[in-house]
């Protein structure tokens, strides 16, 4: 009797519940199948009905919540995609029927991914898209790299609007995400930043500007058009830089500096990329820290290099003219500013270097000093130059008293009446003077 007991229990039992756990893990797989079954069907069903209420009034539809239909014709799927990166591709599967947005606003603004996975998260991304099926992708199944590509994708490409929270799950290959706004209002905003990107780069890019001409006209808008949004700053500082009130988001997004002509670093960069875009100049986003506090800038490509540009940091928010303008890595960590692994896939973030100053913009311009006759000598030429601002950075410790004195001498040649009125201040490694 006892041996009976021990039997079922040893081996009977578990076996049984072992049928149990894979009936249920077989029926788990089956209803999610069922169910994206049903989302893709709906999805189809809904870009037929855009196509042929389109056809029959001639007017746009309004956007529905977290369909593909909103305000674009579907054009794509997702064997479009691939075929674009992979022209040897070969169809697989009934998921690379799937359909993938295809806003019209995309004509504006050009989607940055160098991969099908890639450029399919972007479109469901910028379109609003809150369940984003990843069964076409099956080789894509660890959670940090589906978690590293969407950050590049994300940080990388500037219509993604208001992107809130992001998480994954497996077992129905489902990427789930919420966002800020909803759908409706994030198409309105990005609407208005195409816009407004349209009318800056007509107004300030020509066809004959060489690049660097057209660099320094959207580092110069952006200087002399917008303005840090220290309320949002604040905010986002009294939670620990983790989340920001809702009435701060758009400082945090393309819409912010672009439209609002208000935001913080994170804004900046997104402007900055985005009319870069437009205007066919190499750039991306780099993430990471400036003296320990989370920031965000760019970094553009001149010849083989990749150079760093904070359009946050210039004249108007930090005091110091092109504080960070075509630098190399070197200055850059000299200034305070240290790179995470963020904006980009980690096995690639070794090509995005910069270790030549030659386009720098103090260099360019001869701004350096390394001695108190350089000092002197270039303090005097820009003030004779008539130049409201003059900006020069210290390569060399100077004592202060001389430094002082050599102010009294130059103002007292040139400009004497600036013994009285003129103001000159030092941030970091830069002296800064105004009349």
């Given amino acids: 009797m006892f041996k009976g007991i021990q039997f079922i229990y040893k081996m009977v039992i578990p076996l049984v519940m072992c049928s149990f756990l894979l009936t249920g893990c077989f029926w788990i797989d089956m209803l999610a199948e069922y169910r994206q079954n049903r989302v893709n069907a709906q999805l189809e069903e809904r870009a037929r009905e855009s196509s042929t209420t389109s056809k029959r009034e001639n007017s746009a539809v309004a956007p529905a919540e977290d369909s593909t239909s909103e305000t674009t014709e579907?054009?794509?799927?997702?064997?479009?995609?691939?075929?674009?990166?992979?022209?040897?591709?070969?169809?697989?599967?009934?998921w690379d029927m799937e359909p993938v947005p295809d806003p019209s606003f995309l004509e504006e603004v050009p989607l940055n991914a160098d991969s099908a996975i890639e450029e399919y998260l972007a479109r469901f991304l910028v379109y609003g898209q809150k369940r984003i099926s990843l069964h076409a992708f099956p080789d894509i199944v660890n959670n940090e790299k589906i978690f590293d590509i969407l950050q590049k994708v994300m940080y990388q490409n500037p219509l993604i609007t208001g992107l809130d929270t992001y998480r994954y799950n497996p077992l129905t290959k489902t990427l789930t995400v919420t966002y800020q706004d909803p759908q409706r209002t994030m198409v309105g905003k990005q609407k208005e930043t195409v816009a407004e990107a349209r009318q800056i780069i007509d107004s300030i890019i020509h066809d004959e500007m060489a690049d660097e001409e057209k660099r320094q006209a959207i580092y110069d808008y952006l200087e002399q058009n917008a303005t840090y949004d220290d309320e949002a700053y604040d905010n986002s500082v009294s939670h620990n830089f983790e989340y920001v009130d809702p009435g701060y988001d758009d400082a945090f997004s393309t819409y912010g500096v672009m439209v609002e002509k208000l935001g913080v670093c994170m804004s900046y960069a997104y402007a900055y990329k985005?009319?870069?875009?437009?205007?066919?100049?190499?750039?991306?986003?780099?993430?990471?820290?400036?003296?320990?506090?989370?920031?965000?800038?760019?970094?553009?490509?001149?010849?083989?290099?990749?150079?760093?540009?904070?359009?946050?940091?210039?004249?108007?928010?930090?005091?110091?003219?092109?504080?960070?303008y075509n630098a190399s890595d070197e200055w850059a960590i000299e200034l305070?500013?240290?790179?995470?692994?963020?904006?980009?896939?980690?096995?690639?973030?070794?090509?995005?270097?910069?270790?030549?100053?030659e386009y720098d913009y103090y260099v360019v311009h001869d701004l350096e000093v390394r001695s108190l006759s350089e000092y002197k000598a270039k303090l005097a030429k820009g003030l004779q130059s008539g130049a409201s601002t003059v900006s020069l950075r210290l390569l060399a410790d100077m004592d202060e008293d001389e430094m002082l004195d050599v102010i009294s001498e130059v103002y007292g040649e040139v400009a004497p009446e600036l013994l009285e009125t003129g103001e000159y201040y030092e941030i970091e490694n830069y002296v800064v003077f105004h009349q």
Avoid at 76 to 93: A, C, N
Avoid at 337 to 354: A, S
């Fill in 74 to 94: 579907v054009k794509l799927t997702v064997e479009d995609i691939k075929r674009k990166y992979d022209p040897d591709y070969i169809e697989s599967d009934k």
């Fill in 274 to 324: 985005m009319l870069a875009d437009m205007a066919g100049i190499e750039s991306i986003i780099v993430t990471g820290t400036l003296d320990d506090v989370p920031h965000a800038w760019n970094k553009v490509k001149i010849d083989d290099e990749w150079l760093h540009v904070d359009s946050t940091n210039g004249a108007t928010n930090s005091g110091v003219p092109y504080f960070l």
């Fill in 336 to 357: 305070g500013y240290i790179e995470d692994e963020d904006y980009w896939l980690d096995e690639e973030l070794y090509q995005f270097t910069g270790g030549t100053n």
